[in-house]
T-cell receptor, first 116, second 115 residues
Framework: SAVISQKPSRDICQRGTSLTIQCQVDSQVTMMFWYRQQPGQSLTLIATANQGSEATYESGFVIDKFPISRPNLTFSTLTVSNMSPEDSSIYLC?????????????FGPGTRLTVT | SQKIEQNSEALNIQEGKTATLTCNYTNYSPAYLQWYRQDPGRGPVFLLLIRENEKEKRKERLKVTFDTTLKQSLFHITASQPADSATYLCALWEAGGTSYGKLTFGQGTILTVHP
């Protein structure tokens, strides 16, 4: 398994500003993922972040709005840019534990974002 | 279109009974399927993974079945306890064409176990 921490755990932000969410893992992992969970909804994948390459974004998500950094094998950041109230959500990072195929995926505790 | 459906948004059972949660999917060819537990305000917690060529997997009081013909997975909690009350999510992993592949989640079933 993997232990994942996220910062901040929650934040209230004003529209038009940006927030950077940090994700730290206790072991080196190749693949990291960022998800969004809107109120009462299930998880939706935003992007896949492989260390050493640019993140791959899912349909409906763009780099200008959700830039991602992946500087090393234990850390990633997701920025929510130019926020609007529609961005209010829980943002979760997750990692694959690649001990053997198929890979189990573990999640951080999430960052609860409220945009006013 | 692709769809993952989990039975009823909410399931209420008495303590000691077996809870059975259903996950049906259409237009997917998943390599494997995972079940997660999510408590309010927390991230999902991994419970079990079952491959496409496996029929059944067990872990303590948990049992998962996977029928790729019916396109269905069943998740059982035997001897349920109030502490099992949570939202349970199924998720399918499907290989991408040119991309890595991804995990797609169902909407979840809220399980409440009454003492």
């Amino acid at each position: 398994s993997a232990v994942i921490s996220q910062k901040p755990s929650r934040d209230i932000c004003q529209r038009g500003t940006s927030l950077t969410i940090q994700c730290q893992v206790d072991s080196q992992v190749t693949m990291m993922f960022w998800y969004r969970q809107q109120p009462g909804q299930s998880l939706t994948l935003i992007a896949t972040a492989n260390q050493g390459s640019e993140a791959t974004y899912e349909s409906g998500f763009v780099i200008d709005k959700f830039p991602i950094s992946r500087p090393n094998l234990t850390f990633s950041t997701l920025t929510v840019s130019n926020m609007s109230p529609e961005d209010s959500s829980i943002y979760l990072c997750s990692v694959e534990v690649q001990s053997r195929w198929p890979y189990e995926q573990y999640f951080g505790p999430g960052t609860r974002l409220t945009v006013t | 279109s692709q769809k993952i459906e989990q039975n009823s948004e909410a399931l209420n059972i008495q303590e000691g009974k077996t809870a059975t949660l259903t996950c049906n999917y259409t237009n997917y060819s998943p390599a494997y399927l995972q079940w997660y537990r999510q408590d309010p305000g927390r991230g999902p917690v991994f419970l079990l993974l079952i491959r496409e060529n496996e029929k059944e997997k067990r872990k303590e009081r948990l049992k998962v079945t996977f029928d790729t013909t019916l396109k269905q997975s069943l998740f059982h909690i035997t001897a349920s306890q109030p502490a099992d009350s949570a939202t349970y999510l199924c998720a399918l992993w499907e290989a991408g064409g040119t991309s890595y592949g991804k995990l797609t989640f169902g909407q979840g079933t809220i399980l409440t176990v009454h003492p």
